[in-house]
């Protein structure tokens, strides 16, 4: 395959990514049909046909390359020294990678609210806060399961991003990183033996 190919390749994927989180902004998913899309997109269904299997499979490629993106990003989350510097971070990334794509994560998270894309959405998240208690030398096995941890700050974190984009102009970005700020706590102690 030369570069020309490719090229080609990467410009129709990208226009068939665009038809469809514009298809989306008008209707549910499961309403919009192939033919829509290449009408849309003013490809022949045959070019469609030639990179994904069904509107779920590009769907699929659609979504697995906003996670791909955001877990790039929340790699940047490096060099924390607790905790709550660690979540503030995470919940910047987060909000920095929304607004760079809002109009993708309106389309799938306002719009098109699923279980599907949220879940995908949440394992990056997660593998992300999973990976950062592990690492983590302030909170041990012994005090709080890792998993109940991840499950609390991700459910948080998702939530508050959600109210963020749905209630665009409502609060500033910085106001957002601020309310965070206030309501983690600075360090998580184990608990005393006596308070179990």
């Not at 490719?6 to 226009?15: E, G």
């Not at 069904?54 to 607790?82: C, P, V």
Request: glycine letters at 2%.
């Amino acid at each position: 395959m030369n570069e020309k190919t490719d090229l080609r390749i990467i410009k129709t994927k990208k226009l068939l990514y665009e038809t469809l989180e514009n298809l989306m902004k008008s209707q549910a998913f499961e309403e919009i049909k192939v033919s829509d899309i290449c009408t849309h997109a003013m490809i022949n269904r045959s070019t469609f046909y030639a990179h994904y299997a069904d509107k779920y499979e590009l769907l699929a490629a659609y979504i697995n390359d906003l996670k791909n993106s955001l877990a790039h990003e929340l790699e940047k989350n490096q060099n924390i020294r607790n905790s709550k510097e660690y979540y503030l971070k995470m919940i910047k990334l987060l909000l920095d990678h929304i607004e760079q794509k809002k109009e993708t994560y309106v389309s799938i998270l306002i719009y098109n609210r699923n279980s599907i894309t949220i879940d995908i959405l949440y394992d990056v998240i997660n593998k992300d806060i999973i990976k950062q208690i592990q690492e983590s030398k302030e909170i041990t096995r012994d005090s709080i399961p890792g998993d109940i941890i991840s499950k609390f700050y991700l459910g948080a974190v998702f939530n508050v991003c959600l109210e963020w984009l749905k209630h665009d102009n409502k609060y500033s970005k910085q106001e957002i990183i601020h309310y965070i700020e206030m309501l983690i706590p600075n360090e998580f102690h184990e608990p005393k033996k006596d308070q179990i």
